[in-house]
C-alpha cells in the first residue's frame, strides 16, 4: 500500500513538474521537442541525482511510464494552452504541487536506503530543487532556488515535518501527506505574506569617511586606505 502511494506521488509530481516545465517553454516559444525536453528535465532533473547520489538506478530507467507522463504533460499543455497563459498563476501552482511530492518521495526513498533523517531531508530538497533549476538555466532564467523566493526551505521544512512525524509513530501514509501539505502551505505563505531570505548583496559604497559593505557590515578606514580605495575604485 505505501509503495504503491508513493509511487502515485512520483507519478502525480512528474506530471505537475513537467506542465510548470512545458509551461514555461511555450512562453519562450519551444518547439515541440523543447518544450518536451525542458518539461522532462523538469521531472526526473531531481530524481536522477538523487538516486545518482545514493547509487542508485533513475526511476525513469526501470519504468518508461514517466516518459509517457511527460507526452501527457505536452498534450495538456498544448490543448489547454489559451486556458493556462490566462491563468497568472498556473506555472506557481503546478511547480508547487511538484515540489511538495517530489519532497515526500526524495525523503522516503533516502530513509528505504537506510539512511540517516539529515541526509533524506537533503536528499528531498535535492529531488525537489534540482529538476526546476536544470529548467531555468535551460530557458535562460535565473533558477527559482537563487533568487528570494522561499523555495529550497520549503523543502526543508517538509523534510523536517516528515521527520517529526516519524518520531511521533505517524502511520506512513499520513507522514508523507503531512510532509507534502506542509511544503505548500510554506510557499503559499511565503508568496501571500512576501516572506523572503535578506539577499547577499555587495556593494561599496564611499560616504563620509567610510567604506560600506551591505553585508551588515561597516570597515572604517583612515585617509590614506580611502584614498587608495577611490583610485583603484575610478579604474
Not at 48 to 69: C, D, E, K, Q
Not at 119 to 142: K, P
Not at 188 to 206: F, G, N, R
Request: neutral net charge.
Amino acid at each position: 500500500m505505501n509503495s504503491t502511494f508513493a509511487t502515485i506521488l512520483e507519478i502525480v509530481g512528474t506530471l505537475a513538474f513537467a506542465i510548470s516545465g512545458i509551461r514555461l517553454a511555450s512562453a519562450k516559444r519551444f518547439d515541440w521537442f523543447g518544450a518536451y525536453a525542458v518539461g522532462l528535465v523538469t521531472a526526473i532533473g531531481g530524481g536522477t541525482t538523487r538516486a545518482l547520489l545514493l547509487n542508485a538506478t533513475p526511476f525513469w530507467m526501470i519504468n518508461g511510464s514517466y516518459l509517457a507522463v511527460t507526452a501527457i504533460a505536452l498534450v495538456f499543455v498544448a490543448v489547454f494552452r489559451r486556458y493556462l497563459v490566462h491563468l497568472e498563476n498556473t506555472f506557481f501552482i503546478f511547480d508547487t504541487i511538484g515540489l511538495a511530492l517530489f519532497v515526500v518521495v526524495g525523503v522516503q526513498k533516502t530513509i528505504m536506503f537506510g539512511f540517516p533523517y539529515w541526509v533524506a531531508i537533503v536528499m528531498g530538497t535535492i529531488t525537489g530543487s534540482v529538476g526546476s533549476i536544470i529548467r531555468d538555466i535551460l530557458i535562460n532564467e535565473e533558477p527559482l532556488l537563487f533568487r528570494k523566493d522561499i523555495y529550497a526551505l520549503a523543502c526543508v521544512a517538509g523534510g523536517l515535518v516528515f521527520w517529526l512525524s516519524e518520531a511521533l509513530g505517524m502511520d506512513n501514509i499520513i507522514t508523507q501527506s503531512l510532509c507534502g501539505c506542509s511544503v505548500i502551505i510554506v510557499r503559499l505563505l511565503a508568496v501571500k505574506y512576501h516572506w523572503s531570505l535578506p539577499s547577499v548583496h555587495i556593494q561599496d559604497v564611499l560616504h563620509q569617511g567610510r567604506v560600506t559593505c551591505h553585508i551588515s557590515c561597516t570597515l572604517h578606514t583612515d585617509p590614506l586606505i580611502l584614498s587608495l580605495y577611490t583610485v583603484f575604485h575610478s579604474l
